[in-house]
């Protein structure tokens, strides 16, 4: 079975205008009929404040890659160490690798601060 063929409801996106949205196929994609499953997506964003606008702008690009047929996972990075800061076997950093050789593709979101990308996302 396709791994588009079962998409959840467009319901749960109120944003979005149904008559113009237009989900993804196998055939448009140039997808072989043999995948047995849905492009797995990795979100991350660069804030840990806790009314993010990052995190709340990656939370809304998984429920249309999920709507457009994605299995997506997003990783918060709170807790996650700076770089040399702690042993490559902190729980933060384990799981931040293992969730990305899970990853077929990934997107990134972070502020910017005095033009840049945070610290977090640099690191």
């Not at 205008?17 to 989900?23: K, Q």
């Not at 660069?46 to 709507?67: I, K, M, N, Y």
Request: glycine share 6%; proline share 9%.
């Amino acid at each position: 079975m396709s791994p588009l063929n079962n998409l959840p409801n467009l319901a749960d996106l109120p944003n979005i205008d149904t008559a113009l949205f237009e989900r993804p196929s196998i055939e448009r994609l140039g997808i072989p009929q043999s995948a047995e499953h849905a492009p797995k997506i990795l979100l991350l964003y660069g804030s840990l404040r806790e009314r993010s606008f990052s995190r709340l702008t990656v939370e809304e690009a998984a429920r249309l890659l999920t709507a457009m047929g994605a299995e997506t996972k997003i990783f918060d990075p709170k807790g996650l160490p700076l770089p040399d800061a702690e042993d490559a076997s902190h729980p933060k950093v384990d799981e931040l690798r293992t969730l990305a050789q899970w990853a077929e593709g990934m997107v990134w979101c972070s502020p910017e601060r005095h033009g840049a990308m945070t610290g977090i996302m640099k690191a």
